[in-house]
C-alpha cells in the first residue's frame, strides 16, 4: 500500500525580526520573525535542500519521479522538476511534473503521488513543496510570508506513515490571487475571505471526512492544518473541536511565517518529528478547496526521525540586522545602476558543461585515483589520459584552505567571501561562501555544498553549488 517512506525539510538560516518591520512602517510589531530566504535562494534551491535532506540514506536510482509544487515557481514555461532532478543527481528515465496556483498545489502533489504509487507506474515518487513568495511591503503579508520547503518520498515499500483515507473537496473561492505579470498578491476583504472561504471549507471537509472514515476528533493524537495566521488556526481549532494544548500542531507563526503551498506541509514534518508509533494524525491543506488525509505512523517511525527537518532548522538561524537588507534580499527597490556590464549566459555551456554545473560531477582518475573538479581530461597527479570515471561532489563534506573577502564586490550580501575548498575525499573546489558570518569564518574550517542561484544573465537563472559552513 502507497504511503510515506521518508520526510525531510528546509529553512533557510536568515530570519526577519518583526520590529525590524514595526521600527520602519511604523505601528506596534508583532511578535517573533519569519523566515527569509537567502539573496541566492529561491523555491527550486530551497527544494533540493528539502529533497536532500529526505532522501539523504536513499540510493539516488531509487526515485522513480519528482513532483514539485509552488506558487513561486522561478520559471514559466519552464520546468523546475527537472532542475532539481539534476542537481539531486537522479536518473535522466525518471517522472517530472510541476504543480502550482494553489495553496494546496503541496498536497495537490502528494495525491498525485500516491496515486502513482498505488498504480503501479513507479516504486518511489519523490514530492517537493517549496515557497519564496514577495510580499507587498508595508502589506498585511510581510510580517506573515516566510520562507521554506518540504519534501516526502512516497513509496509502496518501507513505508513509515500509513495513508489510512483522503478525502478531498474542490472550489473556486477565490482568497489569494495574482494576475500574469503581477509580483505581488491580491485578495479581498478580509471578513468576507475568512468566514465564507477559510472557517467553512475547511470544516465541510472534515466533517465529510470524517462521515465516511467513521472516526473522529477525539481518534487522532495529533491535528495538522493550514492557517492563514494565528488568530483564524485558532478558530478553526475551536470549529473542529480540536483540544488546543495536546492535539493542534504548533503553526509556528512566530518562528516561521506562512509558507504557502509547503506550510501545512512542513508543519506536518515537524509533527512526524515528534510522533511516536501508532500516533494518529489528522492533516489538512487548504486553497482552492481542502484536502483531509488521515495518517498513521508506523513502528519504523524513528529511523525516518534523523534529519535536519524543521526543529534543527529552526533552531540553526542568523537574524538580518535591518530592513534594508531584506528589501535588497528581495530587490524591492530601484537601486543605482551597475558600474560593470550586465550578466550574460550562455544555453550552450550550459548545456554542454551539465553534469559539472547542475549535478557536481568532479573527476577520478582510474590509474591513480586523483579527484579533479572541473572535469579533466588528463590527471594533474600521472598525467593519463582519458581514463577517468565521474564522481559526484555535491554531497562531500570539505575544509577551507584559504578564504579572501571583499567588501566592493557588486553583490547583495557583502562581503563577497571566495573560498578554496578541499574535500576531505580529494579534490580542490574555488568558489562563493554563502550563509556566513564574516567574523566566524577561518581556515580549517568544516563546509558543506549547497545548490545556489549563482547570478541571473540573458533572462536565466544560473544554478551552481557554493560551500557553507555545515549547519546543523
Known amino acids: 500500500m502507497a504511503g510515506i517512506v521518508s520526510f525531510g525539510a528546509y529553512v533557510p538560516l536568515y530570519r526577519l525580526g518583526r520590529e525590524h518591520l514595526a521600527s520602519t512602517w511604523g505601528g506596534s510589531a508583532a511578535p517573533g520573525e519569519k523566515s527569509v530566504a537567502n539573496a541566492d535562494e529561491d523555491s527550486i534551491t530551497m527544494g533540493v535542500e528539502a529533497a536532500t535532506d529526505c532522501i539523504r540514506k536513499f540510493p539516488k536510482d531509487s526515485v522513480d519521479g519528482i513532483y514539485f509544487a509552488s ?49 503501479g507506474s513507479a516504486k518511489n515518487i519523490l514530492v517537493v513543496v517549496s515557497e519564496n513568495r514577495i510580499p507587498a511591503p508595508n502589506s498585511e503579508y510581510e510580517p506573515l510570508f516566510g520562507d521554506g520547503a518540504a519534501a516526502f518520498l ?87 473541536g480540536v483540544d488546543p494544548k495536546t492535539q493542534v500542531q504548533d503553526p509556528m507563526f512566530d518562528r516561521l511565517g506562512n509558507t504557502g503551498c509547503a506550510f501545512a506541509l512542513m508543519m506536518l514534518v515537524a509533527a512526524l518529528e515528534e510522533a511516536k508509533a501508532g500516533d494518529r494524525l489528522l492533516f489538512v491543506s487548504y486553497g482552492d478547496g481542502c484536502d483531509v488525509f488521515s495518517l498513521k505512523a508506523g513502528d519504523n517511525i524513528k529511523t525516518a526521525q534523523d534529519i535536519r527537518g524543521i526543529k534543527k532548522h529552526l533552531e540553526s538561524k542568523a537574524l538580518l540586522p535591518n530592513y534594508g537588507k531584506y528589501v535588497r534580499f528581495r530587490e524591492l527597490m530601484e537601486w543605482e545602476a551597475d558600474r560593470r556590464p550586465a550578466d ?58 584559504t578564504f579572501s ?21 580529494g579534490g580542490r573546489f574555488y568558489c ?13 574550517m568544516k ?21 557553507r559552513p555545515i549547519r546543523c
Open 71 to 119: 506558487t513561486s515557481p522561478p520559471y514559466i514555461e519552464k520546468q523546475s522538476a527537472s532542475i532539481i532532478a539534476a542537481a539531486l543527481d537522479l536518473r535522466e528515465d525518471i517522472l517530472t511534473a510541476d504543480f502550482a496556483n494553489s495553496m494546496r498545489a503541496g498536497t495537490n502533489a502528494l495525491r498525485a503521488a500516491l496515486d502513482t504509487v498505488a498504480a
Open 447 to 467: 563546509v558543506e555544498m549547497t545548490f545556489r542561484n549563482l547570478h541571473d544573465g540573458s533572462g536565466i537563472h544560473n544554478y551552481y553549488w557554493k560551500a
Open 344 to 401: 550574460t549566459s550562455a544555453l550552450t555551456v550550459l548545456w554542454r558543461e551539465r553534469n559539472q554545473i547542475l549535478r557536481f560531477h568532479g573527476s577520478k582518475c582510474n590509474v591513480c585515483g586523483t579527484i579533479q573538479y572541473p572535469l579533466q581530461r588528463v590527471c594533474a597527479q600521472c598525467q593519463a589520459k582519458d581514463d577517468y570515471e565521474e564522481i559526484r561532489l555535491a554531497d562531500k563534506i570539505g575544509d577551507l584552505f
Open 154 to 240: 512516497v513509496g509502496n515499500e518501507g513505508v513509515t506513515v500509513q495513508v489510512e483515507g483522503v478525502q478531498s473537496i474542490t472550489s473556486e473561492f477565490m482568497d489569494l490571487w495574482k494576475l500574469p505579470r503581477e509580483r505581488f498578491q491580491r485578495t479581498w476583504e478580509d471578513r468576507f475571505v475568512v468566514e465564507e472561504g477559510y472557517l467553512k471549507i475547511i470544516p465541510q471537509a472534515v466533517a465529510a471526512f470524517l462521515k465516511k472514515s467513521g472516526l473522529t476528533v477525539k481518534d487522532f493524537n495529533k491535528a495538522v492544518f493550514y492557517g492563514p495566521d494565528a488568530r483564524r488556526h485558532g478558530d478553526i481549532a475551536k470549529k473542529l
Open 432 to 444: 562563493i561562501l554563502t550563509d556566513r558570518d564574516p567574523d566566524k569564518v577561518e581556515v580549517g
Open 405 to 425: 573577502m571583499d567588501v566592493r564586490a557588486m553583490v547583495k550580501d557583502l562581503p563577497n567571501v571566495m573560498a578554496i575548498v578541499d574535500f576531505e575525499i
